[in-house]
C-alpha cells in the first residue's frame, strides 16, 4: 500500500524550461490536489480534482497546468518555469463527499524544485 | 485574502509543558476544522479535527478548543515532548469533502528538554 507517491523528489530547471510533476495514488481516492509550500506562506492550492475528467483551479495556479484522465494519477506541468515557482509541491488526495474519510488528506512526500 | 489566520508563526516550549497554537477564519460557512502535523522532510498529515457541534475535541494529548461565535479555534498540546517539534497547520473547509481545504500558513513549534 504505498498511497501518495510523487516524482522526482528533487528538481532544478532554468527558467524557461518544462517539467512535469508525477503524482499516483492507490487509495481509489475522488480527490486530488496540488499545493506548494513556501516559508512563511504555508500550504496554498493551486489545482485540484474531484474525479477523472473534471479539474478545477486554486487560489494560485497560474503557470501551471493539469489533467486527470484516470482516477490515480494527477500530474503538474510546468509549462516554462520561473524562478517564483521554486517551491515544495505537495500532491495530496482523499475521498470526496460526505461520509467518513472525506477530505482526509493523504500527502505524498512532496517534491522540492528550484528554478534558476 | 487569507481565509484561515493562524498564529503565532513560531513557538518554542519547554519539555513538559502548553503549546497553544490559535487559528481565526472568517467566512462562516466553514464547519470541518482539521489540524495537520508536518515533520521535517515530510507531507503533512491529519493530526484531529473538529467539526463545530461540539466546543472540544481531545484526542490523547492533543485538544481543539472551537469557538463558534468568535469563529477562532485553538490546538492544545499537553506534557509537551520533544518529539512533538513539527510545523502545525490549523485548515477549515465548507462541509468535509466538499471543498477544498484552505490552510493556515503554518506554526513552527520546538519543544526544548
Known amino acids: 500500500n504505498a498511497g501518495v507517491t510523487q516524482t522526482p523528489k528533487f528538481q532544478v530547471l532554468k527558467t524557461g524550461q518544462s517539467m512535469t510533476l508525477q503524482c499516483a495514488q492507490d487509495?481509489?481516492?475522488?480527490?486530488m490536489s496540488w499545493y506548494r509550500q513556501d516559508p512563511g506562506m504555508g500550504l496554498r492550492l493551486i489545482h485540484y480534482?474531484?474525479?477523472?475528467?473534471i479539474t478545477d483551479q486554486g487560489e494560485v495556479p497560474n503557470g501551471y497546468n493539469v489533467s486527470r484522465s484516470t482516477t490515480e494519477d494527477f500530474p503538474l506541468r510546468l509549462l516554462s518555469a520561473a524562478p517564483s515557482q521554486t517551491s515544495v509541491y505537495f500532491c495530496?488526495?482523499?475521498?470526496w463527499g460526505y461520509g467518513s474519510g472525506a477530505n482526509v488528506l493523504t500527502f505524498g512526500a512532496g517534491s522540492r524544485l528550484t528554478v534558476l | 485574502q487569507q481565509q484561515v489566520k493562524q498564529s503565532p508563526q513560531s513557538l518554542i516550549v519547554q519539555k513538559g509543558g502548553i503549546s497553544i497554537i490559535n487559528c481565526a477564519y472568517e467566512?462562516?460557512?466553514?464547519?470541518?476544522f482539521p489540524w495537520y502535523q508536518q515533520f521535517p522532510g515530510k507531507g503533512p498529515a491529519l493530526l484531529i479535527a473538529?467539526?463545530?457541534?461540539?466546543s472540544e475535541k481531545k484526542e490523547g494529548r492533543f485538544t481543539i478548543s472551537f469557538n463558534k461565535s468568535a469563529k477562532q479555534f485553538s490546538l492544545h498540546i499537553m506534557d509537551s515532548q520533544p518529539g512533538d517539534s513539527a510545523t502545525y497547520f490549523c485548515?477549515?473547509?465548507?462541509?468535509?469533502?466538499?471543498?477544498?481545504?484552505?490552510f493556515g500558513k503554518g506554526t513552527r513549534l520546538s519543544v526544548i528538554a
Open positions: 487509495m481509489n481516492h475522488e480527490y
Open positions: 480534482s474531484v474525479g477523472a475528467g
Open positions: 473538529i467539526r463545530p457541534d461540539v
Open positions: 495530496a488526495s482523499s475521498y
Open positions: 467566512n462562516t460557512a466553514f464547519d470541518y
Open positions: 485548515a477549515a473547509s465548507i462541509g468535509a469533502g466538499n471543498t477544498p481545504l484552505v
